[in-house]
């Protein structure tokens, strides 16, 4: 089951798109901490995000900037904004797409399933394999080069540790199965077991530690691993940058 996030102040809009949702079996969720969108982003862990852009404290453009450091989870604003320029902003702030309200709900339906799909479904296959840079906050995994930079660092992956993190970063916040990494290292020539997996999932750990970013995967016990960079760790590399 998606779990969405709804960031609406107007209670009544976010109700309707709460009931919405949930009719076509989302798990929907309504922000209420809008003083720290972010922190509330982190505990939902949601798969797809719609926001407002007049909130209370700080607006949907600075509040999408600041989830885009930790996630590249799709965005839709949706605002009473109909103007070009609101539209140009909401993109160049990390938006997916744009919804003006009124709305029409089959549209905001239609809207994201489409960004689901390009996400997570049938399209998001195709659209991994023609990058050849996957990014998650300030973090870049070039494809080609097989290379992890964050800020000024820079470091050389083999191929299973590329593979590995590739499929970390694609499902950045959320828990990864040990099955589904072990399918991500596989091929035909190679033979990949439980202790492989562990392997590489160390010397992953060690290559991220030496751009600055240790403890950013986390061992779920039973369950796999979680791939996420914390503020604090963003703060401290910036700050010896």
Known sequence: MYRILIVEDEEKIAVIMQEMLQKFGYEAVRATQFRDLKNE??????????????????DGYYWCRQIRTVSNVPILFVSARSGEMDQVMAIENGGDDYLCKPFSLEVVLAKVKGALRRAYGEYAAVSSATREIIEYGDLQLHIAKQQL??????????????LLVQCLIENGGYIVGREQLLEALWDDLTFVDDNTLTVNVTRVRKKLEEIGLAHSIETVRGQGYRFEISQQGEDQELARS
Do not use: C, R, W
């Open 149 to 162: 930079i964050y800020g000024s660092k820079t470091v050389d992956l083999s191929k299973n540790e590329s």
């Open 41 to 58: 982003y982190m505990k939902a862990q949601p798969h797809l995000v719609l926001l407002d852009i007049n909130l209370p404290f700080y």
